[in-house]
């Protein structure tokens, strides 16, 4: 389990070193450091899978919900927050999200 922190913590560490990469892009274009913040998000995913501990999903929202600020056209970045609000039972909170993204819903 402290494998999993140190890893979820270098990933966040470098995700930020990252971040600066993309300053210049257009508003449209993913950043490139977002592959980071989705990965360190999955680590604590898989920490909630080895100790039911709700903590680890708030982590995992956390820096998702930063990330898709800094990058708020990145599908990824949506979909895997959309999972993690599921497993936290929070579907009250990404309905919105989900009606304002797939326009195939009718909420």
Do not use: W
């Amino acid at each position: 389990m402290d494998q999993e922190g140190t890893l979820a913590a270098n990933l966040i560490r470098e995700y930020f070193e990252a971040l600066p990469l993309g300053n210049d892009l257009p508003k449209l274009e993913i950043q490139p450091a977002d592959d980071l913040a989705i990965l360190a998000a999955q680590v604590y995913v898989n920490m909630f899978a080895l100790d039911s501990a709700a903590a680890h999903l708030h982590n995992a929202v956390v820096i998702l919900e930063y990330a898709s600020r800094k990058s708020p056209q990145s599908y990824q970045i949506h979909l895997e927050l959309v999972r993690i609000y599921r497993l936290l039972g929070m579907f009250v909170y990404f309905q919105p999200f989900l009606c304002r993204y797939l326009t195939f819903l009718s909420c």
